[in-house]
Each structure stands twice: as structure tokens, then as C-alpha cells.
């Protein structure tokens, strides 16, 4: 299996809020912070995926 290839986010800062996401195999993604890329990445199917980036586009995210 080929290595994923990790996106950082537009909104990571070089000191903090770091986070990469992969496109992986089967339309799944992965995300981890980049600070620490030896920890195992956090993985969502595409629907996850999708309500998840959908929920923070419309601030629906609780935070």
C-alpha cells in the first residue's frame, strides 16, 4: 500500500494548530497533527468525512 500523501491545512500555524489531512484508499481520510506525525491519525469513511468539513463550513461544530 502506497504511503498517504498529507495536505496541512490552510488554517495551520507554523507553531500551533497544526493539522494534515490524507485522501486514503476506498474514499476514506485521515487526519493527524503534524507536530507529532509518529501518533496514529485519526480515520473517517467519506461520509463522515464530508458531514464532518460540512458542519464546520456552516459553524454547526459546537465550538
Known amino acids: 500500500m502506497a ?3 498529507w495536505r496541512k491545512s ?3 500555524t ?3 494548530n ?3 489531512v490524507a485522501e486514503l484508499a476506498a474514499g476514506h481520510y485521515a487526519v493527524r497533527d503534524s ?3 509518529d501518533t496514529d491519525p485519526l ?3 467519506g ?3 464530508m458531514a464532518f468539513l460540512t458542519a464546520v463550513k456552516t459553524d ?3 465550538s
Request: charged share 15%; with cysteine; proline share 8%.
Open 3 to 5: 504511503e498517504p500523501h
Open 10 to 12: 490552510s488554517y495551520s
Open 14 to 16: 507554523a507553531t500551533s
Open 18 to 20: 497544526c493539522v494534515e
Open 35 to 37: 507536530q507529532h506525525p
Open 43 to 45: 480515520a473517517f469513511d
Open 47 to 49: 461520509h463522515a468525512w
Open 60 to 62: 454547526e461544530s459546537g
